[in-house]
């Protein structure tokens, strides 16, 4: 089991442990659960964490492309681009569960 995979399943863990108490609040408590603050950090922690990985990997694949072929440029640019705007689309939605999380719930 690499490194990586076991940090990933001990925050899977954690974010399901804390994830109980925030929905076993009772309904007439008076101000809301600090699972909740706790699961809004970590839920955004993480996508910014996992689309910093996934961009980074991304340009320097695309760099190390147009190093190789530097015709090929515009070829490689264009994928990259709506590659990170989905990348980056990972990260939005987090914001917006985590904004509902914090507003909403």
């Not at 760099?63 to 515009?74: D, L």
């Amino acid at each position: 089991m690499s490194k990586v995979t076991r940090i990933l399943s001990l925050v899977a863990a954690i974010v399901a442990v804390f994830s109980v108490s925030a929905f076993a609040a009772d309904g007439a408590a008076a101000g809301k659960s600090w699972a909740i603050y706790l699961a809004a950090g970590l839920g955004m922690g993480i996508a910014a964490f996992g689309t910093g990985l996934g961009q980074g990997k991304a340009v320097a694949s695309a760099v190390e492309g147009i190093s190789r072929n530097p015709g090929a440029s515009g070829k490689i640019m264009t994928p990259m681009i709506i590659g990170l705007a989905m990348i980056e689309s990972l990260a939005i939605y987090a914001l917006v569960i985590s904004l509902i999380l914090l507003f909403v719930v």
